[in-house]
Protein backbone atom coordinates (compact mmCIF):
# COMPACT_ATOMS: atom_id res chain seq x y z
CA UNK A 1 0.00 0.00 0.00
CA UNK A 2 1.15 3.20 -0.80
CA UNK A 3 2.09 5.72 2.05
CA UNK A 4 -0.62 7.86 3.34
CA UNK A 5 -0.52 11.38 3.87
CA UNK A 6 -0.12 11.11 8.01
CA UNK A 7 2.58 8.64 7.45
CA UNK A 8 5.07 10.31 4.44
CA UNK A 9 4.41 13.73 7.09
CA UNK A 10 6.16 11.26 10.09
CA UNK A 11 8.75 9.95 7.91
CA UNK A 12 10.14 13.53 6.23
CA UNK A 13 9.97 14.79 10.37
CA UNK A 14 11.97 11.75 11.53
CA UNK A 15 14.36 12.52 8.65
CA UNK A 16 14.74 16.57 10.37
CA UNK A 17 16.04 14.57 13.34
CA UNK A 18 19.98 14.32 14.28
CA UNK A 19 21.44 11.78 16.84
CA UNK A 20 21.89 12.65 20.04
CA UNK A 21 19.44 15.85 20.09
CA UNK A 22 16.73 16.51 22.84
CA UNK A 23 13.18 16.70 20.87
CA UNK A 24 10.23 18.14 22.52
CA UNK A 25 6.85 15.92 22.18
CA UNK A 26 3.70 18.77 23.08
CA UNK A 27 -0.09 17.59 24.39
CA UNK A 28 -1.98 15.71 21.08
CA UNK A 29 0.85 15.79 19.01
CA UNK A 30 0.99 11.87 17.65
CA UNK A 31 2.22 12.85 14.03
CA UNK A 32 5.44 14.51 15.94
CA UNK A 33 5.99 11.33 18.48
CA UNK A 34 5.71 8.85 15.75
CA UNK A 35 8.31 10.51 14.12
CA UNK A 36 10.76 10.81 17.23
CA UNK A 37 10.00 7.10 17.50
CA UNK A 38 10.67 6.10 13.96
CA UNK A 39 13.98 8.49 14.11
CA UNK A 40 14.83 6.48 17.71
CA UNK A 41 14.00 2.92 15.56
CA UNK A 42 16.26 3.70 12.38
CA UNK A 43 19.03 6.27 12.29
CA UNK A 44 18.82 8.45 15.67
CA UNK A 45 19.12 6.06 17.97
CA UNK A 46 20.24 8.38 20.92
CA UNK A 47 17.73 10.82 21.28
CA UNK A 48 16.93 12.83 24.19
CA UNK A 49 13.28 13.33 25.17
CA UNK A 50 11.03 16.09 26.99
CA UNK A 51 7.52 15.97 26.90
CA UNK A 52 4.54 18.55 28.23
CA UNK A 53 2.90 15.37 29.17
CA UNK A 54 4.27 15.07 32.91
CA UNK A 55 7.09 17.86 32.08
CA UNK A 56 9.74 15.52 32.30
CA UNK A 57 12.84 14.51 30.32
CA UNK A 58 13.55 10.82 29.26
CA UNK A 59 15.99 9.07 28.01
CA UNK A 60 13.39 5.59 27.13
CA UNK A 61 10.38 7.32 24.71
CA UNK A 62 6.89 6.17 25.79
CA UNK A 63 4.87 4.62 22.81
CA UNK A 64 2.06 6.23 21.22
CA UNK A 65 -1.36 6.02 23.48
CA UNK A 66 -4.76 7.28 24.11
CA UNK A 67 -5.45 5.75 27.44
CA UNK A 68 -1.89 5.11 28.98
CA UNK A 69 0.30 8.39 27.31
CA UNK A 70 0.56 10.19 30.95
CA UNK A 71 1.47 6.76 33.00
CA UNK A 72 3.72 6.12 30.62
CA UNK A 73 5.74 9.12 30.25
CA UNK A 74 5.86 9.51 34.39
CA UNK A 75 7.07 6.38 34.84
CA UNK A 76 10.00 6.75 32.13
CA UNK A 77 10.88 10.63 33.58
CA UNK A 78 14.73 10.94 34.87
CA UNK A 79 13.25 14.36 35.77
CA UNK A 80 9.99 16.05 36.35
CA UNK A 81 9.60 19.93 36.42
CA UNK A 82 6.59 22.03 36.49
CA UNK A 83 5.73 23.40 33.20
CA UNK A 84 6.46 26.90 33.78
CA UNK A 85 10.25 26.12 34.82
CA UNK A 86 9.99 24.30 31.35
CA UNK A 87 8.76 26.86 29.08
CA UNK A 88 10.87 30.06 31.08
CA UNK A 89 13.98 28.43 31.92
CA UNK A 90 15.35 25.21 31.06
CA UNK A 91 14.15 24.97 27.08
CA UNK A 92 15.05 28.20 26.45
CA UNK A 93 18.58 26.83 27.70
CA UNK A 94 18.75 23.48 25.98
CA UNK A 95 17.84 24.97 22.54
CA UNK A 96 15.98 21.43 22.29
CA UNK A 97 14.57 20.56 18.29
CA UNK A 98 10.39 21.09 18.69
CA UNK A 99 7.82 20.75 16.44
CA UNK A 100 4.70 23.26 16.69
CA UNK A 101 1.37 22.78 15.03
CA UNK A 102 0.14 26.30 14.45
CA UNK A 103 -3.49 27.16 13.67
CA UNK A 104 -2.14 30.23 11.14
CA UNK A 105 0.94 30.92 9.59
CA UNK A 106 2.31 34.34 7.79
CA UNK A 107 4.98 34.13 5.35
CA UNK A 108 7.67 35.32 7.73
CA UNK A 109 6.60 31.90 9.86
CA UNK A 110 4.93 34.16 12.62
CA UNK A 111 2.29 31.80 14.21
CA UNK A 112 -1.23 32.06 16.03
CA UNK A 113 -2.49 29.36 18.17
CA UNK A 114 -4.84 31.98 20.09
CA UNK A 115 -7.89 32.61 18.44
CA UNK A 116 -9.39 33.50 14.81
CA UNK A 117 -11.11 36.75 14.33
CA UNK A 118 -10.17 40.87 15.44
CA UNK A 119 -11.30 41.13 18.41
CA UNK A 120 -9.79 38.94 21.11
CA UNK A 121 -12.79 39.09 24.05
CA UNK A 122 -15.39 37.77 21.22
CA UNK A 123 -12.95 35.93 18.53
CA UNK A 124 -15.45 33.79 15.65
CA UNK A 125 -12.94 30.32 17.41
CA UNK A 126 -11.06 30.25 20.69
CA UNK A 127 -8.35 28.34 19.47
CA UNK A 128 -6.47 25.92 22.63
CA UNK A 129 -3.67 28.47 23.61
CA UNK A 130 -0.17 29.13 23.25
CA UNK A 131 0.88 27.31 26.57
CA UNK A 132 4.64 28.39 26.75
CA UNK A 133 4.84 28.90 22.84
CA UNK A 134 5.68 33.12 23.44
CA UNK A 135 8.71 32.35 25.72
CA UNK A 136 10.12 29.90 23.47
CA UNK A 137 9.53 31.19 20.19
CA UNK A 138 11.27 34.14 21.12
CA UNK A 139 14.94 32.43 21.98
CA UNK A 140 14.56 28.95 19.81
CA UNK A 141 17.37 28.12 17.41
CA UNK A 142 15.35 25.05 16.41
CA UNK A 143 12.04 25.88 15.83
CA UNK A 144 10.02 23.48 13.21
CA UNK A 145 6.36 23.60 12.17
CA UNK A 146 4.22 20.77 10.42
CA UNK A 147 0.40 21.64 8.95
CA UNK A 148 -1.66 18.35 8.81
CA UNK A 149 -4.16 19.99 7.06
CA UNK A 150 -2.46 22.46 4.09
CA UNK A 151 -5.23 25.03 3.25
CA UNK A 152 -5.21 28.94 3.12
CA UNK A 153 -7.14 29.00 6.28
CA UNK A 154 -3.61 28.15 8.11
CA UNK A 155 -1.45 30.19 5.42
CA UNK A 156 -2.58 33.58 5.54
CA UNK A 157 -0.69 36.73 4.89
CA UNK A 158 -1.74 38.56 7.81
CA UNK A 159 -2.16 36.53 11.46
CA UNK A 160 -4.96 37.31 13.14
CA UNK A 161 -3.34 37.00 16.65
CA UNK A 162 0.55 36.29 17.32
CA UNK A 163 1.79 33.80 19.31
CA UNK A 164 5.11 32.24 17.94
CA UNK A 165 7.91 34.50 16.94
CA UNK A 166 9.21 34.27 13.38
CA UNK A 167 11.44 35.95 11.00
CA UNK A 168 10.54 39.03 12.87
CA UNK A 169 12.75 42.20 12.52
CA UNK A 170 11.48 42.70 16.46
CA UNK A 171 13.77 39.08 17.04
CA UNK A 172 17.19 39.67 19.27
CA UNK A 173 17.21 36.13 19.87
CA UNK A 174 17.40 32.84 18.24
CA UNK A 175 15.75 32.41 14.86
CA UNK A 176 12.48 32.06 13.01
CA UNK A 177 11.49 28.48 12.23
CA UNK A 178 13.79 26.53 10.18
CA UNK A 179 11.06 24.46 8.62
CA UNK A 180 7.98 23.36 7.74
CA UNK A 181 6.03 20.49 6.34
CA UNK A 182 2.27 19.65 5.37
CA UNK A 183 0.35 17.23 3.99
CA UNK A 184 1.28 18.73 0.43
CA UNK A 185 4.80 19.58 0.70
CA UNK A 186 8.35 20.49 2.89
CA UNK A 187 9.26 24.32 3.21
CA UNK A 188 11.80 26.27 4.87
CA UNK A 189 12.54 30.12 5.71
CA UNK A 190 15.96 30.57 4.26
CA UNK A 191 14.92 34.19 2.79
CA UNK A 192 13.40 34.52 5.81
CA UNK A 193 10.37 34.00 3.46
CA UNK A 194 8.11 30.43 3.29
CA UNK A 195 9.64 28.69 0.66
CA UNK A 196 9.16 25.81 -1.18
CA UNK A 197 10.94 22.98 -0.88
CA UNK A 198 9.60 19.63 -2.44
CA UNK A 199 6.06 18.58 -3.01
CA UNK A 200 4.70 15.27 -2.40
CA UNK A 201 3.94 12.61 -4.16
CA UNK A 202 0.17 13.20 -6.39
CA UNK A 203 0.66 17.29 -5.86
CA UNK A 204 2.06 19.43 -7.97
CA UNK A 205 3.71 23.06 -6.89
CA UNK A 206 0.53 24.72 -8.47
CA UNK A 207 -2.10 23.49 -6.17
CA UNK A 208 0.64 24.20 -3.53
CA UNK A 209 0.44 27.95 -4.62
CA UNK A 210 -3.33 28.14 -4.77
CA UNK A 211 -3.99 26.31 -1.33
CA UNK A 212 -1.07 28.95 -0.13
CA UNK A 213 -2.72 32.60 1.14
CA UNK A 214 0.52 34.66 0.14
CA UNK A 215 2.81 33.78 -2.82
CA UNK A 216 5.58 31.63 -2.24
CA UNK A 217 9.24 31.31 -2.82
CA UNK A 218 10.30 28.18 -5.04
CA UNK A 219 13.27 26.67 -4.21
CA UNK A 220 16.09 26.54 -6.79
CA UNK A 221 16.20 22.63 -7.07
CA UNK A 222 12.31 22.26 -6.02
CA UNK A 223 11.87 18.27 -6.54
CA UNK A 224 9.27 15.78 -5.35
CA UNK A 225 9.51 14.55 -1.36
CA UNK A 226 11.53 11.31 -1.93
CA UNK A 227 8.85 8.28 -0.43
CA UNK A 228 9.19 6.80 2.50
CA UNK A 229 11.24 3.43 2.25
CA UNK A 230 9.96 -0.47 2.85
CA UNK A 231 11.38 -0.80 6.69
CA UNK A 232 10.05 2.73 7.33
CA UNK A 233 6.54 2.41 6.55
CA UNK A 234 6.94 -1.12 8.01
CA UNK A 235 8.09 0.12 11.69
CA UNK A 236 5.70 2.48 11.36
CA UNK A 237 2.54 0.53 10.88
CA UNK A 238 3.59 -3.02 12.38
CA UNK A 239 5.36 -1.71 15.44
CA UNK A 240 5.59 2.20 16.21
CA UNK A 241 1.37 2.96 15.53
CA UNK A 242 -0.03 -0.23 14.38
CA UNK A 243 -3.50 1.11 16.12
CA UNK A 244 -2.91 4.67 13.51
CA UNK A 245 -3.13 6.91 16.35
CA UNK A 246 -1.15 9.47 13.80
CA UNK A 247 -4.09 9.45 11.75
CA UNK A 248 -5.87 11.36 14.01
CA UNK A 249 -4.67 14.87 12.94
CA UNK A 250 -5.07 14.37 9.49
CA UNK A 251 -8.66 13.81 10.00
CA UNK A 252 -11.55 15.88 10.85
CA UNK A 253 -15.06 15.71 11.90
CA UNK A 254 -16.88 12.53 11.25
CA UNK A 255 -14.04 10.44 10.27
CA UNK A 256 -11.75 11.66 13.58
CA UNK A 257 -14.91 10.71 15.53
CA UNK A 258 -15.01 7.32 14.25
CA UNK A 259 -11.02 6.74 14.19
CA UNK A 260 -10.74 7.60 18.02
CA UNK A 261 -13.72 5.36 19.05
CA UNK A 262 -11.95 2.44 17.23
CA UNK A 263 -8.72 3.11 19.01
CA UNK A 264 -10.13 3.68 22.32
CA UNK A 265 -12.21 0.26 21.75
CA UNK A 266 -8.65 -1.24 21.05
CA UNK A 267 -6.45 0.06 24.04
CA UNK A 268 -9.50 -0.87 26.60
CA UNK A 269 -10.61 -4.27 25.17
CA UNK A 270 -9.73 -7.00 27.73
Known sequence: MPPTPDELMVVCMARQLRDGELVVQGLATPLVTAAFLLARRTHAPRLYFASAIGQSLCREPAPLSLTNIEA??????TLSVGFTRVATEILPTLHP???FRPAQVDPQGNFNNIAFGKDYRRPRMRLPGSGGIPDVSVSSENMFLYVPRHSRLTFVKRLDFRSGLGHAPERTHGSG???LISDLGQFDFANGHMRLLTFHPGVTPERIQKRTGFPLEI?????????PTAEELRLLREEIDPLGIRRLENLSGAARRAALQTILAAETAP
Open 177 to 179: PQY
Open 72 to 77: LWLERA
Open 219 to 227: APDLHETPP
Open 97 to 99: KEF
